[in-house]
């Protein structure tokens, strides 16, 4: 599988690919076909690969089933990256801009106790 290829084309490719090499009499097995599609999954999908493996048998799994099954998988993998995008954006960022005055000290202080009282009820 290469890098930002979704599943529809991978699946495709690896079918051209299984189709011209029985066209030369290089004939694989069902069980082959799903290993060999678990093993070209790139490292962020390994997760769904263990799952596929340790709650399916391989032997029987059909093609189509484990298809529908990384779908879905890359579905939910999108719908994820895009709820955090949302997310990212909703978030403000807000900065305060800090000025100094030459006041008094008397007047000085006063005002720094009550800034410092108001800041910290808005806290």
Partial sequence: ???????????????????????????????????????????????????????????????????????THELSMQKKDDDEEKEKKKKKIVALKSSQTEDSEDDDDDDDDEELAFITRRF
């Fill in 1 to 71: 599988m290469n890098e930002n290829e979704d599943i529809k084309s991978m699946f495709s490719r690896f079918t051209n690919i299984i189709n011209a090499l029985q066209a030369l009499d290089k004939i694989y097995s069902n069980r082959e076909m799903v290993r060999k599609i678990l093993r070209c999954l790139p490292r962020s999908w390994m997760p769904k690969v263990t799952a596929i493996e340790e709650a399916k048998n391989l032997n029987v799994l059909a093609l189509e089933d484990l298809l529908g099954s990384l779908m």
